[in-house]
């Protein structure tokens, strides 16, 4: 299995950008689907973006042309770009990683991060 590191949380303004990124160990990055979810506090954990191996990107209608996922197979690292930041994206946010197919069927992300917090004030 991958080992997975997120970092980049933090507190924000809403409006505000963060940047996430992830840190993968091993030497098979490039061949996993890569996902980022989140958690809010009662609330169940949904999927955020995903990116395929070959590059192909998936994003939850609330987050689509506020947030882009991307990867850099170079340095075994995932990133999660959010811009114009609202309250309601406060949350944990966790790195995943999975199979081809995890792309379609998210409970193939079978590896995942601590999490990183990220709060948005209004």
């Known amino acids: 299995q991958v080992q997975l590191v997120e970092s980049g949380g933090g507190l924000v303004q809403a409006g505000g950008s963060l940047r996430l990124s992830c840190a993968a160990s091993g030497r098979t990055f490039s061949s996993y689907a890569m996902a980022w979810f989140r958690q809010a506090p009662g609330k169940e954990r949904e999927r955020v973006a995903a990116i395929s191996s070959g590059g192909s990107t998936y994003y939850a209608d609330s987050v689509k042309g506020r947030f882009t996922i991307s990867r850099d197979n170079a340095k075994n690292t995932l990133y999660l770009q959010m811009n114009r930041l609202e309250s309601e994206d406060t949350a944990v946010y966790f790195c995943?990683?999975?199979?081809?197919?995890?792309?379609?069927?998210?409970?193939?992300?079978?590896?995942w991060g601590q999490g990183t917090q990220v709060t948005v004030s209004s």
């Open positions: 995943a990683a999975g199979t081809a197919l995890a792309v379609v069927d998210a409970r193939l992300f079978g590896s």
